[in-house]
């Protein structure tokens, strides 16, 4: 008899499969994370894997600038490139076609009888024999390593500016506003529903879960419309009332089904005993069904939170509102890539801020998440 054990080739593929799946989903969301505490310079320039090391990279060009002083009959004005005393220049330039044409410490003629010299870490001095007046002085091209950097600049600026149009806050309790109750009504409602489905005895019964599993196919986008002119025939078109009804008549049927099949599971004697000694189909509802459900209900609320807080195609059509007080996350990111197109550490903190909080209730309540959707496919 064998000792050890060989696994197949099929399980060494799900194993690969699954970890390659893992970091697929990762990686991307790790490297928003590190991006969002990177400067736009360090984003231009360098991916995110590199973050934790020392950088080499071309600086912008940086003009010489500073007060003049008159040292042994020459004009001389002296300062540092850098604010930083970390960084260290390998090599420098005075012309955008040969950024790198000189080595650190080496003093160069730039024209009128003046010379600059630029030293490792930053530090120049541009001296001539006449005063530079109004003149304008060169520019310093330098390539340079730097150490790491991390800002918590971008986060302030989103969440916390107060001058800051375009700033997240607002859209962060905006989007709460909209999620938290169109997660909440449909489950109420879909809980009710799937336990008269499931348990309660009435005419045409058959033809409502048909009706149910018809409706889980029906496109999102085919009732938008005539959706919104009944919402405005009846004046709740613009507003978070309209789009509470929304999330919760287009997220009823998954919730119905599944919580449907969960409850059909459950032990029918608890259910035959409760009300042999009386109970009303209230009472085991509250009592007894719901306690058992709650893995089911905890995964689709799950679905409908994730789905209803990323949402952007709902918001755009029943959050109608020129002003920008009930503008949603989603559709302020779309905002700032159309506004911000090059500053990618803004976008990547505000795209960051809004995955932060369904990445949390993913991993607080994902136990459940597979108990729920495998609920009545196993007798």
């Given at each position: 008899m064998n000792m050890f054990s060989k696994k197949s080739p099929l399980t060494w593929a799900v194993h690969i499969s699954v970890v390659l799946l893992v970091a697929l989903w990762l990686f991307p969301t790790v490297g928003l994370f590190v991006s969002s505490f990177r400067t736009a310079d360090?984003?231009?320039?360098?991916g995110w894997w590199k973050a934790l090391f020392t950088?080499?990279?071309?600086?912008?060009a940086i003009r010489i600038s500073g007060e003049e002083a008159e040292i042994d009959g020459r004009f001389v004005i002296s300062g540092n490139l850098f604010e930083s005393d970390e960084v260290e220049i390998s090599k420098w330039g005075t012309s955008s076609r040969a950024p790198e044409a000189y080595a650190p410490g080496e003093t160069v003629d730039v024209g009128d009888g003046a010379s600059l010299t630029?030293?490792?870490d930053g530090a120049f001095s541009l001296a001539a024999p006449q005063s530079f007046g109004d003149s304008r002085l060169p520019r310093v091209f330098t390539t340079a390593t730097r150490p790491p950097e991390f800002t918590l600049e971008n986060y302030r600026f989103v969440l916390f500016d107060p001058g800051n149009r375009e700033g997240m806050a607002r859209a962060f309790f905006n989007t709460l506003t909209v999620t938290i109750p169109a997660t909440i009504i449909p489950i109420v409602i879909a809980a009710f529903a799937a336990y008269a489905l499931a348990w309660m005895r009435f005419p045409g019964r058959?033809?409502?879960?048909?009706a149910v599993v018809g409706l889980l196919v029906v496109p999102l986008q085919l009732a938008l419309i005539p959706l919104l002119r009944l919402h405005n025939e009846i004046g709740i078109g613009k507003g978070y009332l309209g789009v509470w009804l929304a999330h919760t008549g287009f997220g009823l049927p998954l919730a119905i089904y599944l919580l449907r099949n969960y409850m059909v599971g459950l032990p029918r004697d608890i259910i035959e005993n409760a009300r042999v000694d009386g109970a009303t189909d209230f009472q085991i509802f509250v009592k007894i069904i719901l306690p058992l459900s709650f893995p089911a209900l905890a995964s689709f609320a799950i679905f409908q939170f994730l789905w209803t807080w990323n949402d952007l195609?709902?918001?755009?059509?029943f959050l109608i509102d020129a002003t920008g007080e009930t503008t949603v996350m989603t559709k302020q990111?779309?905002?700032l890539l159309g506004t911000r197109g090059g500053n990618w550490e803004i976008?990547?903190?505000?795209?960051?801020v809004s995955i932060a909080v369904p990445l949390v209730v993913f991993f607080a309540?994902?136990?459940?998440?597979?108990?729920?959707l495998l609920a009545g496919s196993v007798k």
């Amino acid at each position: 008899m064998n000792m050890f054990s060989k696994k197949s080739p099929l399980t060494w593929a799900v194993h690969i499969s699954v970890v390659l799946l893992v970091a697929l989903w990762l990686f991307p969301t790790v490297g928003l994370f590190v991006s969002s505490f990177r400067t736009a310079d360090q984003i231009a320039n360098t991916g995110w894997w590199k973050a934790l090391f020392t950088q080499e990279r071309q600086a912008p060009a940086i003009r010489i600038s500073g007060e003049e002083a008159e040292i042994d009959g020459r004009f001389v004005i002296s300062g540092n490139l850098f604010e930083s005393d970390e960084v260290e220049i390998s090599k420098w330039g005075t012309s955008s076609r040969a950024p790198e044409a000189y080595a650190p410490g080496e003093t160069v003629d730039v024209g009128d009888g003046a010379s600059l010299t630029v030293t490792e870490d930053g530090a120049f001095s541009l001296a001539a024999p006449q005063s530079f007046g109004d003149s304008r002085l060169p520019r310093v091209f330098t390539t340079a390593t730097r150490p790491p950097e991390f800002t918590l600049e971008n986060y302030r600026f989103v969440l916390f500016d107060p001058g800051n149009r375009e700033g997240m806050a607002r859209a962060f309790f905006n989007t709460l506003t909209v999620t938290i109750p169109a997660t909440i009504i449909p489950i109420v409602i879909a809980a009710f529903a799937a336990y008269a489905l499931a348990w309660m005895r009435f005419p045409g019964r058959a033809l409502l879960i048909a009706a149910v599993v018809g409706l889980l196919v029906v496109p999102l986008q085919l009732a938008l419309i005539p959706l919104l002119r009944l919402h405005n025939e009846i004046g709740i078109g613009k507003g978070y009332l309209g789009v509470w009804l929304a999330h919760t008549g287009f997220g009823l049927p998954l919730a119905i089904y599944l919580l449907r099949n969960y409850m059909v599971g459950l032990p029918r004697d608890i259910i035959e005993n409760a009300r042999v000694d009386g109970a009303t189909d209230f009472q085991i509802f509250v009592k007894i069904i719901l306690p058992l459900s709650f893995p089911a209900l905890a995964s689709f609320a799950i679905f409908q939170f994730l789905w209803t807080w990323n949402d952007l195609l709902v918001a755009l059509v029943f959050l109608i509102d020129a002003t920008g007080e009930t503008t949603v996350m989603t559709k302020q990111i779309v905002e700032l890539l159309g506004t911000r197109g090059g500053n990618w550490e803004i976008l990547a903190t505000s795209a960051f801020v809004s995955i932060a909080v369904p990445l949390v209730v993913f991993f607080a309540m994902q136990k459940y998440l597979v108990r729920g959707l495998l609920a009545g496919s196993v007798k």
